[in-house]
């Protein structure tokens, strides 16, 4: 509930809590976009009303959204995609915004983290856990030869005494809190996934439990920090994890129904059939474990003779026999194992036992089912591990149903206006959309028809009340940079970097002299890149991803001036260079999904059987959110110059999707003009 109008009246108004956050920040200073987006954000919530909010990069989004928060009767949820934005968030906003408004709200505001089980240390599974005989989870056929497991074990033990010390100490058993940290396989060991969780109730260490005095911090405190990944698996559960809440802050909403989608997916591979006859073998009989080896070494044969990729209408019948045998002896052994009750002598590992059984069960019956909601394929990757997977078509209806009941919803980033419009994310969401609008951008009659119509009926169709805002940025983009298409060069035909490009990207990056951020569609093209620039521009550093660990790269391209990092998809959100060190982006092709991309190809498939254009409805959105964030690596402060250059010349040619994908770029000075470009790059150069 909000607070009553008197409460609020007594309250410091947004505006006067912002100004004091604010000042608070070093070199803080008003901005009229990130005023508007905290009282559109305090309004939403008076009215009960889901909110999408633009708030282009240099905003200020995070203290927008913090502010207004603190007059809604807690707690609020904040819900991010990164652990570096949870991480800025919990280190350094949130203790800096409590110390500024404590004078005014007469009371510290608090704040807790909310991460998933397995992000905590168990207790249980500590004291069961002997590196000397490690669970049975660590071992994956075919992978380490005994020699080499005994050179590991040695630093394993190590590891896990290491853990038991500091699982004395810790007052979270947060995993982030733990420094120097310990390998993946080492905390596997100790931290418990919730599905395997026996509950507080049935566990020795219930009272004792990290994880459980994390979610009784979450209930008591007025902000509550956690991720999509668990947002999206509250959703799937029945909102159980996050406590109930009036607001919901998702940023970086953008990639929530990926998230949500990842989150439904689910995969089967042979090894996982094989541990889970392991682990299940103390508690039935040989007999009962051996039906699932048998569907293992069915499934075996069935990822070796189905090709990789999607399957299309029915399942292959050697597929079709494994998951039978698996249906079958899966819920015979969850049968045999039983109920798991406190007094068992071991009850942690029987319930994990009966968990991973019952769940690959229900995986194989969700496969067999081979439903039009989902999405099956066969997958192999670069070291020939094999897995049938399987996912929802799409999540638009789960997050229509699960994502806006009993809360307001305020989605931001600086990707949702794709074309300058809302609906394609909100749509995405699971909002209402009345009206089907065209990837080319509409006549500015259309837009005013479309917009009355929104307003009239869309938002309001199954209570789901929604409107939108772009708050821009401060940043001017039209003087700070100029987006330049190579529109001379012929387009992409294969993958990897062509002879005119390789040309292109040597002539722009020997005008700047290096500070180039090159963001390519593949391997091979970043690799070609890389060759390239190391035999035409000597003096010149060249840092490709994969050589050295990804922040090493990146620190030494802040440093070295004369330097190019070139790099993958991986790159295309996850760097922020302020300053000069990066004044160049190179992007060599635009970033469509890949045509074997299993769930976009469906997706794509199933608006054609519609009657629609799946290549507009689906390609064309997911190229416009990763092309945004790519350009976005170029201008991250009020100072910065330079210019994007992309390769592609469909950007400029293609009139179907190229208006609609330069509409949602910031608004740079735009040009496909070559000797333009380098001119501005060498005067960059100079300067």
């Known amino acids: 509930m909000t607070a009553s109008p008197q409460t609020r009246r007594a309250r410091p108004e947004v505006i006067d809590l912002l100004g004091a956050a604010v000042g608070a920040v070093p070199d803080g200073a008003e901005r009229p976009g990130q005023q508007t987006m905290a009282k559109a954000i305090e309004t939403a919530v008076e009215r009960e009303e889901h909110l999408l909010v633009q708030a282009g990069t240099g905003t200020g989004k995070s203290l927008a959204y913090l502010v207004p928060s603190l007059l809604v009767e807690g707690p609020v949820v904040v819900s991010t995609a990164t652990l570096a934005l949870q991480s800025q968030l919990v280190d350094h906003d949130l203790p800096r915004l409590a110390d500024a408004v404590e004078p005014m709200l007469g009371r510290r505001p608090t704040f807790a983290v909310l991460k998933g089980r397995h992000h905590y240390v168990c207790l249980a599974r500590l004291e069961g856990t002997s590196a000397e005989e490690p669970d049975d989870g660590l071992f994956d056929v075919g992978e380490a030869k005994p020699t080499k497991w005994l050179g590991e074990a040695g630093r394993l033990g190590k590891q896990i005494d290491r853990l038991r010390d500091w699982a004395m100490e810790t007052e979270t058993g947060d995993r982030d809190e733990l420094d120097p940290g310990v390998d993946d396989g080492a905390w596997k060991l100790v931290s418990m996934p919730a599905r395997e969780c026996v ?108 090709p990789a990729g999607r399957v299309v209408g029915a399942l292959p019948d050697v597929l079709l026999e494994a998951l039978t045998l698996l249906d079958g002896g899966g819920r015979k052994t969850v049968e045999a194992i039983g109920e798991v009750r406190a007094d068992d002598a071991d009850p942690v590992r029987k319930q994990q036992a009966r968990t991973m059984v019952a769940d690959l069960t229900k995986i194989a019956q969700r496969m067999i089912a081979n439903a039009e909601h989902d999405v099956t394929w066969v997958e192999r990757d670069e070291r020939g591990r094999r897995a049938v997977v399987i996912a929802p078509l799409s999540v638009a209806g789960t997050l229509s149903t699960h994502l806006f009941s009993e809360r307001t919803v305020v989605a931001t980033s600086a990707t949702l206006a794709l074309g300058g419009q809302f609906e394609t994310v909100a749509r995405a969401l699971g909002l209402p959309v009345a009206v089907e609008r065209p990837v080319e951008a509409p006549t500015p009659a259309e837009e005013a028809r479309a917009a009355v119509v929104r307003a009239d009926e869309a938002r309001d169709t199954a209570g789901l009340a929604w409107t939108s805002l772009d708050v821009g940025s401060p940043f001017d983009y039209a003087k700070q940079g100029i987006l330049y298409v190579a529109a001379h060069l012929p387009k992409p035909q294969t993958s990897g970097l062509s002879e005119p490009a390789a040309n ?9 002299g290096g500070r180039a951020l090159g963001l390519f569609s593949s391997r091979k093209a970043a690799e070609r890149a890389a060759e390239v620039l190391r035999a035409r521009t000597p003096g010149i550093t060249i840092l490709l991803q994969g050589e050295e660990a990804l922040p090493i790269l990146v620190r030494k391209f802040r440093q070295d001036r004369n330097s190019c990092l070139l790099g993958v998809m991986s790159l295309w959100q996850g760097v922020d260079v302020p300053g000069d060190a990066c004044q160049l982006v190179i992007i060599d092709r635009l970033p469509f999904p890949r045509p074997d991309e299993p769930l976009s190809a469906a997706r794509s498939d199933a608006v054609q059987a519609a009657g629609g254009s799946g ?31 992309v390769l592609d010349s469909r950007l400029e040619h293609a009139p179907s999707y190229g208006p609609f994908l330069r509409k949602s770029l910031p608004p740079f000075w735009y040009t496909t003009k070559p000797d333009v470009v380098r001119g501005a790059l060498q005067r960059l150069a100079t300067s």
């Open 199 to 306: 509950g507080a109730q049935r566990c020795p260490y219930g009272a004792e439990c990290f994880a459980e005095a994390s979610r009784a911090r979450a209930r008591e405190a007025d902000i509550v920090v956690t991720n999509h990944s668990l947002l999206a698996v509250d959703m799937l559960t029945g909102r159980q994890i996050i406590p109930p809440h009036e607001l919901l802050v998702v940023d970086e909403a953008h990639e929530l129904a990926d998230r949500v989608s990842s989150a439904s997916q689910a995969e089967l591979t042979p090894e996982l059939l094989e541990r889970a006859a392991r682990r299940c073998r103390p508690y039935v009989d040989d007999e009962v474990a051996d039906r699932l080896m048998e569907a293992g070494d069915v499934l075996t044969v069935a990822l070796a003779e189905v």
């Open 504 to 512: 292109e990207m040597v002539e722009l990056v020997q005008a700047l």
């Open 615 to 645: 290549f507009a409805a689906v390609s064309v959105p997911i190229a416009a959110v990763r092309l945004a964030q790519g350009v976005g690596r170029l201008i991250r402060s009020r100072a910065d110059k330079g210019v994007v250059a």
